[in-house]
C-alpha cells in the first residue's frame, strides 16, 4: 500500500513539474510584443519637409524628411512643432530630431490614418503602460526624467559612445530599479573618454562560434527580456570562472564599475566579441576574449547584460535603429558630415577635461571636453557634437555650459568652440573661435 | 727707490682695476635700451589679431541675434496686451507677461554687453600672449632691459628707434606660417 502510495505521489509530481516546463516554455516562445508608442501625432510624409534645431525659420536646418517618410509630432506652439522618431517611446523634448513648421508639415503631410487619436500626457501614457502590463516596471515620467538627469538615453546607444540617431530612435528607457546603483556611482567628472559615435547601418557580423549556452536562445528572446525585465538574471550565465563569449550588439560602454556614471573605459563597437563572467545587477565584467584567467582584476570593466548578446543571437543592430539611421537622415552620420565614409569613421571621441560650477545664482556649470579631432569639424557638425555631450553629460537641472577644445589644445587656454544651451537640450548660444587654432580655416 | 716704483705701480693697477670695475655696470647700463609696442596695431596688423576680430565680430553676431529674437518676443508680448477685445483678467495677464518679458530682455542686453567685453578681454590677451614671446626674444637679442606695451604710460616714442611695433608684426606673422 505505501508503495503504490509513493508511487502515485511521484506521478502527482511529475505531473506538476511538466506541467510547469510547459507553462515556461510558453511564456519564453510568446513573441515579443512590439509597442506603438501612444503619445503626439504620427504623420506620414508626402513630400520634402525641412527641419530645423530650433522653433525659428532663421535656426539651422539640420535635416529634410523625405516624402514618404514616418515623424511622430508633438509639443506643438507658435505654429512649430518638434519632431521624433516614430517609435521613439519617451515624450521628451530632448528626444526631439528637430523642430518643423506646423503649416509645411500639413501641406506636405498628413497624420496617419492606423495610428489611433492620442491621449495627452501622464494619461496617454497610464494607458499605454496598463495595456503593456509594464506599469510597475517603469514610471515614464521618472524615466523620462533620469533620462534627462543623466543625459544619457541609455547606456547602450548612448552611453558616452553618443549614438544621436540609435539615441533618438531605438532610447532603452534605464530600469527603475537602477537608479540607486547610479546614486552610489561617483560620476566620473575629472577624466574620462568618451565617443560620439554614429549609429551603425550595417556592422559586420564576427564569425560564428559554437556555444552550448548560447546557441538554444534566439535574439527575439534576448530582445524581449532586455524590454522587460532588464535587472533579471540572464538564462544561460555563465559559472563564475568560466565565463562565455558574447557580442555587443550595438555600441556599447565599458565602464570602471556596474553603473551608467562611473569611469568610461572603452567602447564596444557591434559585434565585438568579448569574454563575460561575473555578472551582478545587470552588469557583465567584461574580458578580452582572448583571456584565459577569470580574475575580476582583469577585467576591462563592466557593461549592461542585456545588450550582450550570445554569439549565436546576433544577427546585426536592432533592426528599428539601423532602419531609422537610414530612414531619418541620422544625424549622426551628419555630425561629423562624412555621409560618404563609413560610419565608424564618423565616430568622434572626447574625454572631459573639467567640470567647474559657479557659485552666482542661477548656477552655470562649466564642462570642458576635449575632442579626438586634431581639425576643427564644420560649425553645424560642431554644434551637433556640442548637443551630443551636453545630452550624455548633463545631470539634473544642471545649466551646462560647454567648452571644446580640440587634439593637442592646452588644457587650461582658450577653447575653440563654446556653446550654451535651453533646459530643452536647444543650442542658444554657440561660436568659435578660430584663433586658437593659430591659422586660417579654408 | 726702486721698492717705491714699484709700490706706485702696483697702486696704479689698482686704481685702474677699481675704475674699471665702477665704470662696468654704468657702461653696460648704457648700452641697453628701452622700447615700445603698440598693442592695438599688434592686434589690427597681424593675422592672429586679424582672426580674433572675425571671431569677436562672430560672438557678436550670435548676441545681437539673441538680442533680435528677444526684442521680437517683447514686441509681440506687447502687440497682445493692447488687443483690444480682451478682458480686464486677461489684459491685466498679458500686461503682467509683457513686463516679464521686458525685464528678461533688459537683462539679457546688459549679459550681451559684459559678454562681449569678457571675450574681447580674452581675445585681445590670447594674442597678448603670443605677442609677449616674441618680446621676449626681441627683448633679448636687441639688448632691450624694458619693453613699454601701454601706450598711456609713454610721452614720448622715437620712431625710428624704440618702436618695434612693426618688427613685433612681422614676428608673430613669421611665426604663424
Not at chain 1, 506603438?36 to 519637409?49: C, D, Q
Not at chain 2, 653696460?28 to 569677436?56: C, H, S
Not at chain 2, 500686461?95 to 516679464?100: F, L, S
Request: aromatic share 6%; net charge positive.
Amino acid at each position: 500500500m505505501p508503495a503504490s502510495r509513493s508511487i502515485l505521489q511521484q506521478a502527482v509530481l511529475r505531473y506538476i513539474v511538466a506541467l510547469f516546463v510547459v507553462c515556461g516554455v510558453l511564456f519564453c516562445a510568446r513573441p515579443a510584443k512590439a509597442e506603438e508608442p501612444r503619445w503626439g501625432r504620427l504623420y506620414v510624409l508626402s513630400g520634402i519637409v525641412s527641419v530645423r534645431e530650433n522653433p525659428s525659420d532663421s535656426a539651422l536646418k539640420v535635416r529634410v524628411f523625405k516624402a514618404g517618410q514616418k515623424v511622430r509630432i508633438d509639443f506643438q506652439e507658435d505654429g512649430w512643432a518638434a519632431a521624433f522618431d516614430p517609435k521613439e517611446p519617451s515624450r521628451s523634448e530632448l528626444k526631439a530630431l528637430g523642430y518643423v513648421r506646423l503649416d509645411e508639415l500639413k501641406a506636405h503631410g498628413a497624420p496617419d490614418p492606423s495610428q489611433p487619436m492620442p491621449l495627452e500626457g501622464n494619461k496617454a501614457r497610464a494607458q499605454a503602460q496598463a495595456e503593456a502590463g509594464i506599469a510597475k516596471a517603469e514610471k515614464p515620467v521618472k524615466t523620462e526624467k533620469a533620462a534627462k538627469a543623466i543625459g544619457k538615453p541609455a547606456e547602450t546607444n548612448g552611453a558616452h559612445a553618443v549614438a544621436p540617431a540609435q539615441a533618438a530612435s531605438t532610447p532603452q528607457p534605464e530600469p527603475k530599479a537602477e537608479k540607486p546603483a547610479k546614486a552610489v556611482g561617483k560620476p566620473a567628472d575629472s577624466i574620462g573618454a568618451h565617443a560620439v559615435a554614429p549609429a551603425q547601418a550595417a556592422p559586420t557580423p564576427q564569425p560564428e562560434q559554437k556555444n552550448g549556452k548560447a546557441g538554444g536562445k534566439g535574439l527575439e528572446k534576448s530582445a524581449a527580456k532586455s524590454s522587460e525585465k532588464t535587472l533579471a538574471k540572464p538564462e544561460g550565465l555563465p559559472a563564475k570562472g568560466a565565463g562565455e563569449i558574447r557580442v555587443a550588439d550595438r555600441n556599447l560602454a565599458v565602464r570602471g564599475g556596474r553603473t551608467t556614471e562611473s569611469e568610461f573605459k572603452r567602447l564596444l563597437r557591434p559585434g565585438q566579441r568579448v569574454r563575460v563572467d561575473f555578472w551582478e545587477d545587470g552588469w557583465y565584467a567584461v574580458f578580452s576574449p582572448d583571456e584565459k584567467q577569470h580574475d575580476l582584476s582583469r577585467a576591462w570593466g563592466y557593461s549592461r547584460d542585456k545588450f550582450l548578446v550570445p554569439e549565436a543571437a546576433y544577427a546585426g543592430p536592432p533592426a528599428e535603429a539601423a532602419a531609422s539611421a537610414k530612414e531619418t537622415d541620422s544625424p549622426a552620420v551628419a555630425v561629423a558630415g562624412q555621409k560618404s565614409k563609413p560610419a565608424e569613421d564618423a565616430a568622434v571621441g572626447y574625454s572631459v577635461l573639467e567640470r567647474t560650477t559657479e557659485g552666482r545664482k542661477p548656477k552655470v556649470t562649466t564642462l570642458r571636453v576635449r575632442l579626438d579631432l586634431a581639425k576643427p569639424p564644420a560649425p553645424e557638425a560642431m554644434r551637433k557634437i556640442a548637443r551630443e555631450i551636453w545630452k550624455s553629460e548633463r545631470k539634473k537641472d544642471e545649466n551646462l555650459q560647454l567648452e571644446v577644445l580640440l587634439a593637442g589644445m592646452d588644457a587650461h587656454g582658450l577653447a575653440y568652440a563654446t556653446a550654451r544651451f535651453h533646459d530643452d537640450g536647444r543650442v542658444r548660444e554657440f561660436w568659435w573661435r578660430d584663433v586658437v587654432l593659430g591659422k586660417q580655416k579654408k | 727707490m726702486r721698492m717705491s716704483q714699484f709700490t706706485f705701480l702696483r697702486r696704479a693697477c689698482a686704481a685702474c682695476v677699481l675704475a674699471c670695475l665702477a665704470l662696468a655696470p654704468g657702461l653696460a647700463q648704457a648700452q641697453q635700451k628701452i622700447g615700445f609696442v603698440n598693442p592695438q596695431r599688434v592686434v589690427n596688423e597681424t593675422r592672429l589679431g586679424q582672426m580674433a576680430k572675425a571671431d569677436l565680430a562672430r560672438y557678436v553676431a550670435e548676441k545681437e541675434r539673441l538680442a533680435k529674437e528677444s526684442a521680437a518676443q517683447v514686441a509681440l508680448l506687447r502687440k497682445e496686451a493692447d488687443s483690444v477685445a480682451l478682458s480686464a483678467a486677461e489684459r491685466a495677464r498679458r500686461e503682467e507677461a509683457y513686463k516679464r518679458k521686458s525685464r528678461l530682455h533688459e537683462a539679457l542686453l546688459q549679459e550681451n554687453a559684459r559678454d562681449i567685453k569678457a571675450e574681447e578681454g580674452k581675445l585681445l590677451q590670447y594674442v597678448m600672449r603670443r605677442a609677449d614671446s616674441v618680446l621676449e626674444d626681441i627683448g633679448k637679442k636687441g639688448g632691450y632691459a624694458i619693453i613699454i606695451t601701454d601706450p598711456a604710460a609713454v610721452g614720448y616714442v622715437d620712431k625710428a628707434n624704440a618702436d618695434l611695433t612693426d618688427r613685433v608684426v612681422r614676428d608673430l606673422d613669421s611665426r604663424g606660417k
